[in-house]
């Protein structure tokens, strides 16, 4: 499984980083089918359920859907339905009910965007044993005979951004915003700390969170994320690395009176249309290649053997990593790269907890 892994990242890795940078936002709730001009077309039917934020969240969920995207674009005939997560009032039940749609109706594999599904995947796969379903975020269901895990090192590209922080920082401090307290969020924060630590090891780093479980609107709210944000960089910090999703916009807005520096998320941030605003004070993004893994599995399953298990995108399968397209960040790139590499080799262990 791993060696299929390997492979297809391996071949599809430039092309994505393109799809990864360019989605198109709009809604988040959609169906279509891919042209099939020539050629052999897929009978392959697949829905996405996305996490808060949805297509267009400039994110996370943007991440997932050029994945789908780029899915789209390479194989004819595909059909797909792409459904939205409430902004408020989400709950198991709502999530469940949304899977359940999907599965109704035909759609084989079906994607739940993120950790929050696993309670709902966890009721609804054993009721339909022939769909292929997966997960993004979450290893729980890894036994499950129809239901693939992807989950990503999340720390281990988290290291190389607070590295990039420390050396950028001209104050001494840095700051850390995660969208929910969960042990996900939890993961970036802890590489994050000992990537500046690397750098600095007597670097200030200070850390909130918007909300906390069962609480998720910490993913989409950002008024709260140029609040925190704002709060950091009043208290000193000139660089803040955001991992909360839709909220980070908020991180973007608080940064730009004073051009101090913010830190995006999962996708490379400073090239989002929707951001042109604020892109200048972007230094970099972590990229989290959601968008790799959606398309790896897509693909699994149009190939005729869906991924199941645990299946884990870290630093050397190119499931993580951080954004050079800010000129600003060149300084930076060569230690940051460096780091890198020792991560890849094992001389550098990241741990997932702060």
Not at 8 to 24: D, E, K, W
Not at 232 to 261: C, I, L, N, Q, R
Request: proline content about 5%.
């Amino acid at each position: 499984m791993r060696r299929v892994i390997k492979i297809v990242a391996a071949t599809s890795v430039a092309a994505l980083m393109l799809a990864a940078c360019g989605s198109s936002g709009g809604s988040s709730t959609g169906t279509g089918t891919s042209p099939s001009p020539s050629g052999s077309t897929t009978t392959v039917k697949v829905g996405i359920a996305y996490d808060i934020g949805g297509r267009g969240d400039q994110s996370f969920n943007d991440s997932a859907a050029a994945g789908l995207d780029l899915s789209v674009t390479e194989m004819n005939g595909l059909t797909f339905k792409e459904l939205a997560a409430s902004p408020t009032g989400e709950t198991d039940a709502t999530r469940q009910e949304r899977l359940v749609q999907l599965a109704e109706a035909g759609y084989n594999p079906i994607i739940a965007i993120g950790f929050a599904y696993a309670v709902a995947l966890g009721k609804v796969a054993p009721d339909y044993p022939d769909i292929n379903f997966a997960i993004v975020d979450d290893a729980s269901l890894s036994k499950s005979a129809n239901v693939a895990s992807l989950v990503f090192a999340e720390e281990q590209g988290s290291f190389l951004v607070g590295s990039i922080a420390a050396q950028a920082s001209k104050s001494g401090s840095i700051g850390f915003i995660g969208g929910v307290n969960v042990p996900l969020i939890q993961k970036f924060q802890a590489g994050f700390e000992q990537g500046a630590k690397a750098v600095n090891p007597d670097i200030k780093i200070a850390v909130k969170y918007l909300t906390e479980p069962p609480d998720f609107s910490g993913f989409g709210d950002p008024a709260k994320g140029q609040t925190a944000a704002q709060g950091m960089y009043d208290a000193g910090a000139d660089v803040v690395y955001s991992a909360a999703g839709g909220s980070g916009a908020g991180a973007f807005k608080a940064a730009k009176p004073d051009s101090t520096w913010a830190i995006g998320v999962d996708s490379d941030q400073y090239k989002q249309p929707a951001l042109d605003a604020v892109k200048d004070v972007i230094l970099t993004s972590m990229l989290k290649r959601v968008d790799v893994a959606v398309h790896d599995f897509i693909k699994s399953c149009v190939d005729g053997t869906c991924l199941t298990g645990v299946n884990t995108f870290d630093l050397a399968k190119g499931g993580v990593g951080y954004s050079k397209s800010n000129p600003a960040v060149e300084p930076y790139e060569a230690k940051t790269d460096e780091l890198a590499a020792k991560i890849v080799s094992g001389e550098i262990k990241v741990s997932d907890k702060p």
